[in-house]
């Protein structure tokens, strides 16, 4: 399952799509028209370890709510997540078995890498 998740309305996700040249088997899932499933955010937590390397802390809602206040668990990280598609750190990308969340330089260049060795 090769997948890019990811908000269309996103410039950080619209320029990394445009570097990353990804292959035609990535099926792209813009995430605020299409929410991610259960089953799909698992998958994610099982490749990245915790629901936690998911979670985005830059949220607007995560500020407004106060979350940075409280205690989370995983079980939080995974319930927001699920809640709202800004909770999820993106773009989100599952390329043959491996993950790559967010959109930190390193991040990015480590998808690129991925995807070029297996072209």
Known sequence: MNKFYYIA?????????????????????????EPLTVKELDIMQQLAGSYEALFSRRAKLYKERGLKDENLDEADFRRFILEHYTFLKRPVLIFNNSIFIGNSPKTVEAARAAIKQEK
């Open 9 to 33: 309305t996103c410039d950080s996700c619209k320029r990394i799509l445009r570097t990353l040249n990804l292959p035609e088997n990535v099926i792209l899932r813009e995430i605020k028209k």
